[in-house]
């Protein structure tokens, strides 16, 4: 795909190639080249699908060598999603990863996306977090989306670092993990990329593409084989841009959600 995107710049777009010339396109790498051991996408049963997902696409549209990971590849993950209320069961769409944990001991970048009780199960998985602890001692860059920095905070990593998180309880959660919270979209300190809720994994995917290729051309070339212009119907999708009263209920459902399903576990 990223050669496609090269060919498109040469050809159809000279305005966008600017003063590259064809061989300098066409020799386009990463750098730090992630392309060595790659991005992998740790999956697991709970997580927000779009947290793993909005990620892949845009690393795979800009050709990183892009993978999924579980503790078993050969088990289907389910998202948190297609969380059935009635019956405390996960049902509905599956994804199936490409590696499991034990055939991954080197990565360029990790990425750990978030969800509710599924990630609540990732906090206190002893093989979960010495795997991610193992792992990042060699990456070129840690990375979470939403909650995932919850586990990432778990693990030990966030300690003393600037970070942001799902906008529930952030700032209390991040303490818990002796970092601070930023209420940023995403928010880099060193090695350690840290991503708002759910959507802001794509914004810190794209992020991480223009920083690697340096380019601001190639990365508009993603964006717009991705078409992504975001455009809500209304005002929304943050706590400053939310009412009031709906932040309250979101909280209380979510205190709620904790208190019955995980209990002790959340901030008090």
Same mark, same amino acid.
């Given at each position: 795909?990223?050669?496609?995107?090269?060919?498109?710049?040469l050809t159809l777009f000279p305005v966008l190639a600017g003063a590259l010339t064809h061989e300098e396109l066409m020799s386009l790498?990463?750098?730090?080249? @992630?392309?060595?051991?790659?991005?992998?996408?740790?999956?697991?049963?709970?997580?927000?699908?779009?947290? =793993?997902? *909005?990620?892949?696409?845009?690393? #795979?549209?800009?050709?990183?060598?892009?993978?999924?990971?579980? #503790?078993? #590849?050969?088990?289907?993950? @389910?998202?948190?999603?297609?969380?059935?209320?009635?019956?405390?069961? %996960?049902?509905?769409?599956?994804?199936?990863? !490409?590696?499991?944990?034990? !055939? @991954?001991?080197?990565?360029?970048?990790?990425?750990?996306? *978030? *969800?509710?009780?599924?990630?609540? !199960?990732?906090?206190?998985?002893?093989e979960t977090l010495a795997w991610i602890q193992a792992v990042d001692k060699t990456t070129l860059f840690t990375t979470s989306v939403c909650t995932g920095a919850w586990i990432l905070g778990q693990a030990g990593l966030l300690q003393g670092k600037q970070a942001t998180t799902?906008?529930?309880?952030?700032? !209390?959660?991040?303490?818990?993990?002796?970092?601070?919270?930023?209420? %940023? %979209?995403?928010?880099?300190? *060193?090695?350690?990329?840290?991503?708002a809720g759910v959507t802001a994994g794509t914004d810190m995917a794209l992020y991480l593409v223009n920083k690697l290729f340096g380019v601001k051309d190639y990365t508009q070339a993603v964006m717009l084989d991705l078409e992504y212009d975001p455009k809500p119907p209304i005002r929304?999708?943050? @706590?400053?841009?939310?009412?009031?009263?709906?932040?309250?209920?979101? %909280? =209380?459902?979510?205190d709620w959600a904790f208190d019955t399903l995980t209990p002790g576990f959340r901030p008090q």
């Open positions: 795909m990223r050669k496609i995107i090269t060919l498109l710049l790498t990463p750098k730090p080249n @992630v392309n060595v051991n790659g991005v992998g996408i740790l999956i697991y049963d709970g997580m927000n699908a779009l947290d =793993a997902i *909005g990620p892949y696409q845009v690393f #795979k549209q800009a050709g990183l060598k892009t993978f999924l990971i579980a #503790k078993d #590849k050969n088990q289907l993950v @389910v998202p948190g999603d297609n969380f059935d209320p009635a019956t405390f069961q %996960r049902q509905g769409m599956s994804i199936k990863a !490409e590696k499991s944990i034990s !055939e @991954v001991s080197q990565l360029d970048i990790l990425l750990i996306p *978030g *969800g509710a009780i599924g990630t609540v !199960e990732q906090t206190l998985s002893p799902n906008w529930y309880r952030a700032k !209390e959660f991040l303490q818990r993990y002796g970092a601070t919270y930023l209420p %940023r %979209r995403y928010v880099q300190d *060193g090695k350690y990329i840290t991503a929304g999708g943050s @706590v400053k841009k939310t009412k009031r009263n709906v932040v309250d209920a979101m %909280r =209380a459902m979510y």
